[in-house]
């Protein structure tokens, strides 16, 4: 089992930034990737960024440009910095732990203010 503990939410105003915060239980290396998603009230969940522990990155087509995922192997810490935010970045935040199977975080909620 695999425990999840996000933090870094809160509420904003649009055209500032964020750091989100996500530490694992379990060392980073031994998963597959790590990454955060978001699910934005009466949306699908959808992929923000994935992120190896050798810092390969994904990003999903919403979150290119504005949003940077990184991470602190010493720390089995996965970090979501955004900037520039917008109004319709406002959902809760999810991080995931992925090796056989999927673990979740909690979630974290960002509202960006207009």
């Known amino acids: 089992q695999v425990q999840l503990v996000e933090s870094g939410g809160g509420l904003v105003q649009a055209g500032g930034s964020l750091r989100l915060s996500c530490a694992a239980s379990?060392?980073?290396?031994?998963?597959?990737?790590m990454g955060w998603y978001r699910q934005a009230p009466g949306k699908q969940r959808e992929l923000v960024a994935t992120?190896?522990?050798?810092?390969?990155?994904t990003y999903g087509d919403s979150a290119k440009g504005r949003f940077a995922i990184s991470i602190d192997n010493a720390k089995n810490t996965v970090y979501l910095q955004i900037d520039s935010l917008k109004p319709e970045d406002t959902a809760v935040y999810y991080c995931?732990?992925?090796?056989?199977?999927?673990?979740w975080g909690q979630g974290t909620q960002v509202t960006v203010s207009s």
């Open positions: 992120i190896t522990s050798t810092a390969r990155t």
């Open positions: 379990r060392d980073i290396f031994r998963a597959n990737y």
């Open positions: 995931l732990y992925r090796d056989y199977i999927e673990y």
